[in-house]
């Protein structure tokens, strides 16, 4: 069957960090079809009419489609727990996050935290989402399992421990973690809409033997992505010192074991030395940006004009749960603030980017999902732009899109996302 969904559209045509909002494309009156779970076509509503004669009309008025955002770095466990207060880094992890990981060994819990998870991303306009797991295969299950029900596309890994830097029971070995990982990879790697993760945590909480181990799976299977946490904060860099002293660097330890490479996500990368940024640009690997997890953990402010104008593959999320926020609205707000305190205000179109393209670029499936365009799977979602009073007071007196746009992303949250359709499918939630 095809649909054509009647609306305002946004979408891309290239980046605005190069070509500026020009990159994006808008039409007042446009229409999306969908047919078979992609996008068949997208234009002028009189245009997609006259060449879809046959589709089941949907007309979301004023409401504006977007593609639906795409978060590049979360902890689904951590549901739990966010908003945990007080703690920086290492005493965070240790006083809140391990502890409720742990109640990932009870495959029940798991599978309650992985459904309730994903309708809150549903809820909030995220269509697909990164996701490390906890060291427990069967929250990997759990995780791709909910996803397949819904028909989400995401991306998860085994989060991978060996160090007694983890507390006993977060813990494996560098065999078992191999082991592990590839038979989770061998089980769920392009299963559907899913793809396999190999997931050191970070090098603090890993034995160089389990580096080693997960940088030779990832060459065997270099089409799988990568992702670990690169420099948060600058006490997390100076534990990384101590425990790899040879080390030129933090990213050092990654790159020693064949775990750099593209396809490789560093959340964070906050504090970056200038070896570190030139081998990520020459390897074309991932920074993932967690604006609103920089803020509440207290990490330091993300360099974003500077990675960007150096040609970085930049992504965004939400880190939850040590990012505040399940909303990308929300956490294009925090990019907006951190880039506000580097002197660089991100443009509208921009956080827009970031959230769709940018993040599914970052996790190298930009030909599938985060954008609007023909042969994109259908994964998109409608905002009313005037979904609060203080919302729509403001909007009113907007200009263009981009004014019209901007209260969303700064005020907005789930209200604002009157519908998510997954696959071409709305879903019950949001
Ligand atoms: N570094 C290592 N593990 C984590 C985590 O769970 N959250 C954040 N924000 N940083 C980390
Ligand atoms: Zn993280």
Redesign the pocket.
Known sequence: MTTLHLGQILSFDGSPFDEGPTAAWHERQGGLVVGDGRILAVGPADAMRMSHPEAEVIDHGEGLIVPGFVDAHA?YP?TGMIASWGKR?IDW?NHY?FPEEMRFADPAYARDVAGRYLDLLLANGTTSVCSFCTIHPHSVDALFEAAESRRMRVFAGKTCMDRDTAPEGLRDTAQGAYDDSKALLERWHGRGRASYVITP??SPTSTPDQLRALGALWAEHPGCPMQT?LS?QTDEIAWVKSLYPDARDYLDTYEAYGLLGPGGLYGHAIHLEPRERERLREIGASLVHCPT?NTF?GSGLFDMDGLAREGQIIGLAT?TG?GSSFSMLRTMAAAYEIGQLRGRPLHASELLWLATQGSARALRADDRIGNLAAGMEADFIVLDLASTPAIAQRSASAEDIWEALFPTIMMGDDRAVTGTWVAGERTRVG
């Open positions: 902890h951590q880094l992890l996050t945590r970070f946490h948060e997890s953990i880190d040590g």
